[in-house]
């Protein structure tokens, strides 16, 4: 496996995180589930529920969420990128169509064979939502 | 910088996992800022938060946080670790004293000369409270 390249890393990492909810509001799972890291362990926890461990169980959590396409893009906003590595942290804002962030998350991707892939999605309520800017800077 | 020994690795992960819960319930700033990393970037979303950027926001949120130490110990519930080379992500859930756990956590470790240092903590509320066994397991 190739290490990743640190000038070209961050912008690989935000293409996959942005596949990722582009994926979500296409209610696409084929790429839903391609996108999901295969050789590591994945793990999920969406807002308020329970951890979910193991490919099997995130992607049949998607499979429920995505039986039909959500009738508003799931919207990122702010993401910026720790890169650890092969491993890199994406921490982001999230908001539902035109309204405002309404939860914040972790997003986390690892390098496998030269492709990033997600290895672990959290996100958790907001408790005041944010306004953002189209560039992504926080507003309040 | 040695590599992760990814036999040692998932103990040492766990180890540095329980001294953030150690150094939160004993109000331990000095220690809370060890633990964090210092030649990587770090990132915290505190509990229905916006998410803070850099070292000195995050230690600043947790010398406000860390004023006075908690009346009760922050408990460190079912840990998991994901080792991703030199990262590791943890997921666990937190419960406050011997109340059930109500909220989710992520907590990203990366090696930093040899040893496991916090790169980004992320908690969020579980709409339901969970029991879980002295073992880990989830209850309901």
Redesign the interface.
Known sequence: MSPADPLQAPAQVLAANAAFYDAFSQGDQTRMSSLWASH????C?H?????L?GREAVLKSWKTILRVAPEVPLRCFAP?V?L????A?V???EGAGTGPAHL?A?N?F?LEVGEWKM??H???????P?RLEPSGS?LN
């Open positions: 590591s362990t994945v793990t926890a807002p308020g529920m329970q951890i461990l910026r720790q650890l590595g092969d491993t942290v921490t982001c804002y914040a972790t986390v690892v290895a672990h959290h996100a958790g309520p907001l408790q005041q944010l926080v």
